[in-house]
């Protein structure tokens, strides 16, 4: 234990570890997105958990499609979890692998439970940093831990209170040593035709001391269950081509092959703010995509194995110059 406390608390796991409890880091994000296909709904929430040198603080949000509702809040009273996914904020913001709750104002408030969990399998070594997540002090780790299950609740958004009966549900968690990359992309989506397809990903620019790339991570799952990771350089790389309407990305294993493309209009992006870890407030940071379109295809020995659209899916452009200039834009 003396010789793994100091090298997790640098961000880096070993093989098998446990990426969702916490890590210490400078920063530390949970999200979850709940999908109801029938209803054609998305509902969002997420907590980020900063270690400012004057002590923990969160960022917290609320967001909803259609009607592209977004409710934020700074709170000072916030920590992860010890074990296990998730982390609390005051009596507003309490979020883990059972029960998630948010009440942010009488229109911005979410409460369910979750069930019938698909989790990262614990047999897999890595978890979606693959081999990047032992490699200390890097400013993001990535990891998609939750692929599907099952949520029941009601969500408040705006004047309207949604039922949210066996809605489909996906979680992650973020960290790292320096807030959020400069630069970075990221989609997710359920809403398929079968119920327990789930696809995610996340790329952008990676930097450790005077360590720097940029890396493109997909995972799938298939209806059957079967569970794919593509991302390794030299392995299974992804190619990333990211426009202003138009992420394409192209992703290539011995035996696999994944073909994701996502579009959505610019003028229907919503501008989500990240946090500045010292100074203790949020900042506009990305452009997001709630009720997005994704389509997928998935080859085995070059045979189509399964394809899929949905037209619920989240799509991201992050980047503090970008989302900054769009909030001036739309402010003038």
């Given at each position: 234990m003396r010789v793994t406390l100091p090298y997790r608390s640098?961000?880096?796991?070993?093989?098998?570890?446990?990426?969702?409890?916490?890590?210490?880091?400078?920063?530390?994000?949970?999200?979850?997105?709940?999908?109801?296909?029938?209803?054609?709904?998305?509902?969002?929430?997420?907590?980020?958990?900063?270690?400012?040198?004057?002590?923990?603080?969160?960022?917290?949000?609320?967001?909803?499609?259609?009607?592209?509702?977004?409710?934020?809040?700074?709170?000072?009273?916030?920590?992860?979890?010890?074990?296990?996914?998730?982390?609390?904020?005051?009596?507003?913001?309490?979020?883990?692998?059972?029960?998630?709750?948010?009440?942010?104002?009488?229109?911005?408030?979410?409460?369910?439970?979750?069930?019938?969990?698909?989790?990262?399998?614990?047999?897999?070594?890595?978890?979606?940093?693959?081999?990047?997540?032992?490699?200390?002090?890097?400013?993001?780790?990535?990891?998609?831990?939750?692929?599907?299950?099952?949520?029941?609740?009601?969500?408040?958004?705006?004047?309207?209170?949604?039922?949210?009966?066996?809605?489909?549900?996906?979680?992650?968690?973020?960290?790292?040593s320096d807030g959020f990359p400069k630069s970075w992309w990221w989609g997710q989506a359920q809403g398929f035709a079968e119920r327990d397809a789930c696809v995610a990903f996340a790329g952008g620019e990676v930097t450790a001391g005077p360590f720097r790339t940029k890396v493109t991570a997909v995972v799938v799952r298939l209806p059957d269950g079967t569970l794919l990771r593509l991302g390794n350089p030299g392995t299974s790389p992804v190619h990333a081509t990211i426009g202003e309407e138009r992420w394409v990305l192209r992703g290539r294993s011995r035996f696999w092959e994944v073909e994701v493309e996502g579009y959505a209009p610019t003028a229907d992006a919503l501008v989500l703010p990240v946090p500045l870890v010292e100074e203790r407030r949020a900042a506009p940071g990305a452009l997001e995509h709630l009720g997005a379109t994704i389509s997928v295809k998935v080859r085995k020995h070059g045979r189509l194995v399964w394809e899929g659209t949905s037209p619920l899916a989240g799509l991201e452009h992050g980047g503090l110059d970008r989302a900054a200039a769009e909030e001036r834009r739309r402010n003038t």
């Amino acid at each position: 234990m003396r010789v793994t406390l100091p090298y997790r608390s640098s961000g880096a796991d070993l093989p098998f570890g446990s990426l969702t409890s916490r890590h210490g880091v400078a920063m530390e994000g949970y999200f979850w997105r709940f999908t109801d296909a029938d209803a054609g709904r998305v509902v969002t929430a997420l907590i980020g958990v900063q270690q400012s040198s004057r002590g923990p603080w969160a960022l917290v949000g609320l967001g909803a499609h259609p009607g592209r509702f977004w409710r934020e809040a700074v709170l000072m009273d916030a920590k992860s979890r010890r074990r296990g996914p998730g982390a609390k904020a005051g009596s507003l913001f309490t979020g883990d692998d059972r029960h998630v709750m948010v009440d942010l104002a009488p229109d911005a408030r979410l409460d369910v439970t979750l069930s019938d969990l698909k989790l990262w399998p614990r047999t897999r070594p890595f978890g979606g940093s693959s081999l990047f997540q032992m490699i200390p002090k890097l400013n993001q780790y990535w990891h998609p831990w939750l692929l599907g299950g099952r949520a029941n609740g009601t969500a408040t958004i705006g004047g309207e209170t949604w039922q949210l009966s066996d809605a489909q549900v996906y979680a992650e968690k973020n960290w790292g040593s320096d807030g959020f990359p400069k630069s970075w992309w990221w989609g997710q989506a359920q809403g398929f035709a079968e119920r327990d397809a789930c696809v995610a990903f996340a790329g952008g620019e990676v930097t450790a001391g005077p360590f720097r790339t940029k890396v493109t991570a997909v995972v799938v799952r298939l209806p059957d269950g079967t569970l794919l990771r593509l991302g390794n350089p030299g392995t299974s790389p992804v190619h990333a081509t990211i426009g202003e309407e138009r992420w394409v990305l192209r992703g290539r294993s011995r035996f696999w092959e994944v073909e994701v493309e996502g579009y959505a209009p610019t003028a229907d992006a919503l501008v989500l703010p990240v946090p500045l870890v010292e100074e203790r407030r949020a900042a506009p940071g990305a452009l997001e995509h709630l009720g997005a379109t994704i389509s997928v295809k998935v080859r085995k020995h070059g045979r189509l194995v399964w394809e899929g659209t949905s037209p619920l899916a989240g799509l991201e452009h992050g980047g503090l110059d970008r989302a900054a200039a769009e909030e001036r834009r739309r402010n003038t």
